[in-house]
Nanobody, 123 residues
């Protein structure tokens, strides 16, 4: 099993920045891709960004140019740097991991999930 623990959420004004972190533990040798998903109230969970162990990345169009995903394999940690935040970015952000090399998986395609961290962007 793999455990994922997110940190770094909080309240920020529009235009501000936040950095999310996700630390993986347990059977980490089984992980290839890691990613961030988010779910706003009343909406479905969606992919925000993902990265494989080899460094391939993918972003949802709405965050391109504003968010950056990165990964330190030696620390089993993935980060999401979020800049120029907008009120519509408000959501619970979840860290997820998959055993296969995928950067475009829907939520059902990921194998492990964290409990989520709330990001609130005020206007």
């Amino acid at each position: 099993q793999v455990q994922l623990v997110e940190s770094g959420g909080g309240l920020v004004q529009a235009g501000g920045s936040l950095r999310l972190s996700c630390a993986a533990s347990g059977s980490i040798f089984s992980i290839n891709a890691m990613g961030w998903y988010r779910q706003a109230p009343g909406k479905q969970r969606e992919l925000v960004a993902a990265i494989t162990s080899g460094g391939s990345t993918n972003y949802v169009d709405s965050v391109k140019g504003r968010f950056t995903i990165s990964r330190v394999n030696a620390k089993n940690t993935v980060y999401l740097q979020m800049d120029s935040l907008k009120p519509e970015d408000t959501a619970v952000y979840y860290c997820a991991a998959a055993r296969r090399a995928t950067v475009g998986a829907p939520p059902g395609g990921m194998d492990y999930w964290g409990k989520g961290t709330l990001v609130t962007v005020s206007s």
